[in-house]
């Protein structure tokens, strides 16, 4: 039987995936806070990675999907393990530090994958900067939303487990 804990933890990450299927600014998105919530938040790593992966999916069935999907979900599988790391440092500044450094990490490595993959840039290093160039102004709505998110989710949480102590997980540092 699972515990109360898993099924907020679920809830709380179907919650920001459905939230990808309403309207938003471009890349103003949950999924690289469900990505750092998840490997941070569930005990059990198999979990982080299939309650995760398994919300984008849902998500990105309705949505559709793109060119870039390997290098989105290989990112967000780095970043689940950034939350493995969170776990036992878990504090409002490392996870701030956490979500920035994702945040960067999602903007390198899919824009390189835009690069690599689309025709839209040569192929040549100059074809690579501008790739990156015409990236930058999307890189806010990333930000914000990464840290939107990750406040929300981790705020939730947070909030759930003081209000009801049986969604507390005794393994899992809490926030302090």
């Known amino acids: 039987m699972l515990k109360p804990r898993f099924w907020m933890l679920l809830v709380l990450?179907?919650?920001a995936a459905a939230s990808r299927?309403?309207?938003?600014p471009p890349n103003f998105t949950p999924v690289v806070a469900?990505?750092?919530f998840g490997g941070a938040q569930f005990s059990d790593k198999r979990s982080a990675f299939l309650?995760?992966?398994?919300?984008l999916?849902?998500?990105d069935l309705v949505l559709g999907f793109h060119s870039q999907v390997i290098a989105t979900y290989g990112c967000l599988a780095l970043i689940v393990g950034i939350g493995f790391w969170l776990r036992q440092k878990k504090s409002a500044g490392n996870i701030?530090?956490?979500a920035l450094v994702s945040s960067i990490l999602f903007f390198v490595i899919t824009n390189f994958g835009v690069w690599l993959i689309d025709t839209l840039y040569p192929k040549t290093l100059s074809g690579l900067i501008e790739c990156f160039a015409m990236a930058l102004p999307f890189f806010r709505n990333t930000l914000s939303g990464d840290m939107l998110f990750t406040v929300i989710l981790f705020g939730l949480c947070w909030t759930?487990?003081?209000v009801n102590p049986a969604l507390r997980d005794s393994r899992i540092v809490a926030i302090h």
């Open 13 to 15: 990450t179907l919650s």
């Open 21 to 24: 299927l309403i309207p938003h």
């Open 34 to 36: 469900m990505a750092l």
């Open 51 to 55: 309650v995760t992966f398994g919300a």
């Open 57 to 59: 999916l849902l998500s």
């Open 96 to 98: 701030v530090i956490a």
């Open 160 to 162: 759930f487990e003081r």
